[in-house]
């Protein structure tokens, strides 16, 4: 089982250049398969859950390969519509394949979605969307079989803003007849990133970003070539890791705005923040202070740094009370977190903090991606040695965190 192995209390201080978004990415691979031209993405994170996309994307018939850190897709060849079971329920992402196999080809075959351990993560937003396009949906003993005579373009309101749900739907909507319009969306950055490649191939969509989406169907969608948006949860994890070690760090290529909701509470915690084009540089401050949040759909606090935001605020003096508004099981970090020292109470979706002056060193383990990383950020700033267990979890969605932390001045070892 690989393993970090952690000696902490080094300040971190250094520079680092942010990869593409690994939630961008992953809707962006499945929507390649709306044309039958060649799609290159520039820069593409070989973090595992694009490698098991590609496995997804491979299994269709369709080719993809990498040229240094460009992956080159060519869905030509595209000549199945199941996703297989054993690779959609490794990641959640899969589940947009749904979206793009009924644009492409009016049918798909999935099991319900894999991804973290979160919540119970259901689907029925995404499949009442689906309806309302046209598409015929039935579940035999836990698989989704779609398929559809025509995609009529309507009116569609989410109970919920879902990112995966306004992903799907957006997806299924491109060829759609006439115009869909697309109410209380997900607003999150990596939907505007979408929206850019799909009218990069020739789609019609419009307002990604606000309260409606519209989309003109056309008829059919080109290749294209498009680097996707900076991946804003890997700058905040990064900034944090600073802040927590009472170090300093300047990030390339972070488009600091989509993390303002951090970057407030960052401040709180007394970092001095500055902005310079794409260059984020923060400075932690003399004494960590306490910090409340709760988190929300995009433009609130993202859930995809409440864990690692948690670990900072343990060792933040005074009282932080977080809480978790958009997955109902995203506390697992917490009893590992209180192996090395922390003082967290957890009711309901709120935990209240207590900071102490030093974590200390533990054999912890992660059991989802955001999770582990908070226990790689509490270990940098624990007293001697953290071994973070299970990290496969880590490295589904960062890309080579030991190599980063090591530059920056950590103490870590892959082990395993
Ligand atoms: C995406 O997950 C991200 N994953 C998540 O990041 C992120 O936490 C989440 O959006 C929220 O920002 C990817 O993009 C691959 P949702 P998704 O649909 O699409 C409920 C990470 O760490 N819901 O917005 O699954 C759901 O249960 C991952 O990188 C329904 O009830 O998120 C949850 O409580 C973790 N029915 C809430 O909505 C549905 O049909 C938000 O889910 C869909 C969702």
Redesign the pocket.
């Given at each position: 089982m690989e393993k970090y192995v952690i000696k902490g209390g080094r300040k971190l201080s250094g520079v680092l250049e942010i990869e593409s978004a690994?939630?961008?990415v992953?809707?962006i691979i499945a929507a390649s398969i709306l044309t039958s031209d060649e799609v290159i993405i520039k820069n593409c994170p070989k973090i595992s859950?694009v490698l098991t996309m590609i496995k997804i994307l491979r299994s269709m018939g369709v080719k993809c390969c990498f040229q240094d850190k460009n992956l080159i897709i060519n869905p030509s060849g595209l000549n199945a519509y199941t996703v297989p079971e054993n690779l959609g329920k490794e990641?959640?992402?899969s589940?947009?394949m749904m979206g793009a196999l009924i644009s492409r080809a009016k049918k798909a075959r999935l099991s319900y979605?894999g991804?973290?351990d979160?919540?119970?993560?259901?689907?029925?937003?995404?499949?009442?969307?689906l309806k309302e396009l046209g598409v015929n949906v039935t579940e035999i003993c836990g698989e989704i079989i779609c398929s559809a005579k025509k995609l009529t373009g309507k009116e569609i309101y989410l109970?919920?803003?879902?990112?995966?749900?306004?992903?799907n739907l957006m997806l299924a909507a491109v060829f759609a007849e006439g115009k869909t319009e697309i109410h209380n969306p997900?607003k999150?950055p990596?939907i505007v990133d979408l929206m850019c490649f799909l009218n990069a191939m020739g789609a019609k969509v419009y307002g990604a970003g606000t309260s409606i989406i519209l989309i003109e169907g056309v008829k059919e969608l080109h290749g294209a070539v498009y680097r996707p948006m900076p991946d804003r949860?890997e700058a905040g994890t990064y900034l944090i890791a600073a802040a927590i070690t009472g170090g300093e760090i300047e990030l390339r290529n972070g488009r600091i705005k989509n993390i303002s909701a951090l970057v407030h509470k960052l401040c709180d915690n007394t970092c001095k923040i500055s902005i310079k084009n794409d260059i984020m540089y923060l400075k932690s401050g003399a004494s960590r202070k306490s910090f409340s949040f709760s988190t929300g759909?995009?433009p609130g606090f993202?859930?995809?740094l409440q864990p690692q935001a948690m670990s900072l605020a343990c060792v933040s003096s005074g009282v932080s009370v977080v809480t978790e508004n958009?997955?109902?099981m995203?506390y697992k970090h917490v009893a590992e977190l209180i192996k090395m020292g922390a003082d967290i109470t957890v009711q309901g979706r709120t935990a209240v903090i207590k900071g102490v002056d030093r974590l200390n060193g533990a054999t912890v383990s992660a059991s989802?991606?955001?999770g582990g990383a908070a226990l790689v950020l509490a270990g940098l700033s624990a007293e001697g040695k953290t071994v973070v267990e299970e990290i496969r979890y880590v490295e589904?969605?960062y890309l080579d965190m030991e190599k980063k932390l090591t530059m920056l001045g950590a103490d870590v070892k892959r082990k395993g």
């Open positions: 690994k939630n961008s992953l809707p859950d990641l959640r992402a589940v947009c979605p991804g973290c979160i919540g119970l993560r259901p689907i029925d937003i995404h499949l009442s969307c109970d919920f803003p879902s990112v995966g749900a306004t992903e997900a999150e990596e949860i759909p995009y993202p859930t995809d958009v997955f109902e995203r989802d991606l955001r589904r969605g």
